[in-house]
């Protein structure tokens, strides 16, 4: 028999309803938005030219951003693939090893690693590591595709590190006694059985690193040099988001220029949804496999 709810519970229910359909509405209406402003200049320019056009030169009307694509690619794989692993580590750590004083410790510098402003990431960045790269490497100027991925590496790893560390306490503390029952050592336990079992929740950290890496925009035009080149490791290098930010406030209203930029953020909000959408595809493939 159904169970009759309460007209508070219905009431509570209604709410929760309305706030979701809320926050569709804006995702439906940001997607509208972007795609009726940024059709025009794909149009004009041409889908081939503006996505594989080389040049980005407003004052000749050339409009080619496959450099701002590729330096997002790489600064974002870069910034992964130096990021995870120190976050994914730091997390079994606090999660399964540090005493409970070093964990209290290293979880409220990590929480306010991930309270610091962008533009104070930016600002160091700028003073300390820029000048760093620039000494070390013997550059004329260190503002490089290698400086943006060091910032990103850094900014992400509070993302990975606090929901990693979620999911890894939530495993059931009974499939590790049943491995140290087996005679699994600790760090194999972590390893090979809370690991796997969290990997929904490590997966999910790692996309929300993502996300922060390819969107981060105010740090990246501090540190990047934010010329529109083809991407080099040490080489001045701009990204779609500074692409956006740098030129849009003179941008003049309704002229090519602007149009190409809606273009650019309508590039990225379709880039950012086809890795989460791949992502969440994999991931529920696996889950269920």
Same mark, same amino acid.
């Given at each position: ?145 290698? *400086? ?64 922060? *890496? ?45 149009? *190409? ?29």
């Amino acid at each position: 028999m159904k169970k009759l709810k309460n007209p508070t519970e219905k009431i509570i229910e209604g709410i929760f309803l309305i706030l979701g359909l809320i926050t569709v509405g804006f995702v439906l209406l940001i997607t509208v938005y972007l795609i009726i402003s940024g059709i025009p200049a794909i149009r004009e320019i041409g889908l081939f030219d503006f996505l594989f056009g080389k040049t980005w030169d407003y004052s000749k009307n050339l409009y080619g951003i496959l450099p701002f694509i590729l330096t997002s690619i790489y600064g974002t794989a870069g910034a992964i693939i130096l990021g995870v692993p120190v976050g994914f580590l730091t997390a079994v750590y606090l999660a399964k090893i540090a005493s409970p004083r070093v964990k209290f410790f290293m979880e409220t510098a990590v929480s306010l690693l991930a309270g610091i402003p962008s533009v104070v990431y930016g600002l160091v960045g700028m003073i300390v590591l820029v000048p760093a790269v620039m000494k070390t490497f013997d550059l004329p100027d260190g503002s490089s595709l290698f *400086a943006a991925i060091i910032v990103l590496a850094v900014m992400i790893l509070p993302s990975i590190i606090k929901v990693s560390i979620t999911a890894l306490e939530a495993v059931p503390k009974e499939y590790e006694d049943a491995s140290l029952a087996l005679g699994a050592t600790p760090v194999e336990t972590y390893f090979r059985v809370s690991v796997p079992a969290a990997k929904s929740g490590i997966a999910a950290a790692v996309v929300l690193g993502v996300g922060r *890496a390819i969107g981060e925009a105010m740090a990246i035009i501090m540190v990047s040099g934010n010329a529109p080149n083809m991407p080099e490791l040490f080489g001045s290098v701009r990204f779609l988001t500074t692409a956006v930010a740098s030129e849009m406030n003179y941008a003049t209203d309704g002229s090519l220029q602007q149009q *190409a930029l809606f273009s650019v953020a309508l590039v990225l909000f379709l880039f950012i949804m086809l890795i989460n959408a791949a992502l969440n595809f994999f991931l529920k493939r696996e889950k269920e496999g």
